[in-house]
């Protein structure tokens, strides 16, 4: 079974607070995706990376950055933690070349920023 | 830019009943469709997908159906049961894009007794 696991099911941070999301997959995944799920707003895609050291913004990166130093591992960093970044935060991950790949998630990370 | 669009926030349907959620999307280079069902403090879990080579895709008590001119579809859970009720994701991609996957807003569906 795939797994991907996120290093915290909550969080509360402080606003002005640098922040660290972490997500590992074991299986061998080329993508990894970091998404926030927002009520009425569904699923927005912060950034991805399809490689290691590589990564792509989505449709709302401003004040969000990741890293991608292992295959298997994907950060998400808040440079610096604000209240409208309260949200829940998912990762996932799935295959790049194969053909009508799902994405695998996480069982996410519920961020308050305080 | 909401390129896929869930109109119905939410859904009510007895146990036993059909139960039809839908999805439209306007972005017409999108060639791959997924549903995924989420549970509240969980990640969301894939459920069925189809292609857009296809206009019908059935897995059990799930379907999804893809009307390619009007940019639909609509996944049809028959019967609905109570452990059924969460929150439903429609999630689209197109070939090129490394398996990115654009979701909708979704819809909540409770399956009441």
């Known amino acids: 079974d795939v797994k991907v696991t996120q290093s915290s099911r909550y969080l509360v941070k402080r606003t002005g607070e640098k922040v660290f999301l972490e997500c590992v997959q074991d299986m061998d995944h080329e993508n990894m995706f970091w998404y926030r799920q927002d009520p009425g707003l569904g699923l927005r895609l912060i950034y991805f990376?399809?490689?290691?050291?590589?990564?792509e913004k989505g449709d709302i990166p401003e004040g969000y950055s990741v890293s991608r130093e292992k295959k298997e591992r994907f950060s998400l960093i808040l440079e610096s933690a604000s209240t409208n970044q309260t949200s829940m935060y998912l990762c996932?991950?799935?295959?790049?070349?194969?053909?009508?790949?799902?994405?695998?998630f996480g069982q996410g990370t519920r961020l308050t920023v305080v | 830019d909401q390129q896929v669009k869930q109109n119905s926030p939410s859904l009510s349907v007895q146990e036993g009943r059909i139960s039809i959620l839908n999805c439209d999307y306007t972005n017409s280079m999108f060639d791959y469709f997924l549903w995924y069902k989420k549970y509240p403090a969980e990640g969301p879990t894939f459920l069925i997908s189809i292609s857009s080579i296809k206009d019908k895709n059935e897995d059990g008590r799930f379907t999804v159906f893809l009307n390619k001119s009007a940019k639909h579809l609509s996944l049809h859970i028959v019967p609905s049961q109570p452990g059924d009720s969460a929150v439903y994701f429609c999630a689209a991609t197109y070939t090129g894009t490394a398996s990115k996957l654009t979701f909708g807003t979704g819809t909540r569906l409770q399956v009441t007794l």
């Open positions: 996932a991950s799935s295959f790049r070349w194969r053909p009508l790949a799902e994405a695998f």
């Open positions: 990376s399809y490689d290691v050291k590589m990564k």
